[in-house]
């Protein structure tokens, strides 16, 4: 297992089509993170699993984005509707636990652009 | 709330310059982590130090060290003998201990692009 994967690399969709996202963490990770990134900010926060439980999720994460990781093992992020402002780099992150067991391994991002 | 604030957007060096990069960070935890990551061009973040509150010690990897001063809520990560490699943006952030639903999620400062010039 050579680390996160996240499929698509890039996404580019028109206003008001759904887009589903794929990650595959680390295999013995049970933490599951997802982020959203604009150009020249810091990652935020969108939602994390343990295992197959989603335990929180940002006020970032309207209706219109659904979060699944079946089986604890990948996990798919869809946004029905997209718009616009949607278009950013969504990341994926696995951990193997939290706090000292807390190293966030991430994938390589998926890019939106939402004509 | 949690925030993490690096002031510095841009900082330009000559390759072989020592660098520091700022960061400073609120929250009302008494524990918690703070980590530094590298995003290279490529785009993927990598993961460079953790560091619980509870651990002041300074840390040195290589040509890397960080400096942790809770008195100042600040945790600074200087690069001695900057390479061209090393032009990256860099993110610090922090991560809740109290156990609760948000632990372990990351709250990252706005990010610092550094270039090493030749």
């Known amino acids: 297992d050579t680390g996160v994967s996240q499929n698509p690399r890039h996404k580019i969709t028109k206003r008001g089509q759904n887009v589903t996202f794929r990650c595959d963490p680390i295999s013995e990770h049970n933490r599951l993170y997802w982020y959203r990134q604009t150009l020249g900010q810091g990652p935020e926060f969108l939602t994390y699993f343990q295992n197959e439980a989603q335990l929180e999720k940002s006020r970032l994460l309207s209706d219109r984005f659904s979060a699944e990781r079946p089986k604890g093992s990948f996990s798919t992020l869809e946004i029905q509707r997209t718009e616009q402002g949607d278009s950013a780099m969504y990341l994926c992150?696995?951990?193997?636990?939290?706090?000292?067991?807390?190293?966030?391994?991430f994938g390589p991002g998926t890019r939106l652009t939402v004509l | 709330a949690q925030k993490v604030t690096q002031a510095q957007t841009e900082i330009s060096v000559v390759e072989k310059e020592d660098v520091t990069l700022d960061c400073v960070y609120e929250?009302?935890?008494?524990?918690?982590?703070l980590f530094w990551y590298k995003q290279p061009p490529s785009g993927e973040l990598v993961f460079l130090i953790r560091r619980n509150s509870f651990d002041e010690q300074n840390e040195i990897s290589g040509r890397y060290s960080w400096n942790f001063q809770k008195s100042t809520s600040s945790f600074n990560f200087t690069i001695t003998a900057s390479q061209v490699v090393d032009s990256a943006v860099y993110f610090c952030?922090?991560?809740?201990?109290?156990?609760?639903?948000?632990?372990?999620?990351?709250?990252f400062g706005q990010g610092t692009i550094l270039t090493v010039h030749p």
């Open positions: 929250t009302r935890d008494t524990t918690y982590y």
């Open positions: 992150a696995s951990s193997l636990g939290a706090g000292e067991w807390g190293e966030q391994f």
């Open positions: 952030a922090l991560s809740e201990a109290g156990g609760g639903t948000s632990y372990g999620k990351l709250t």
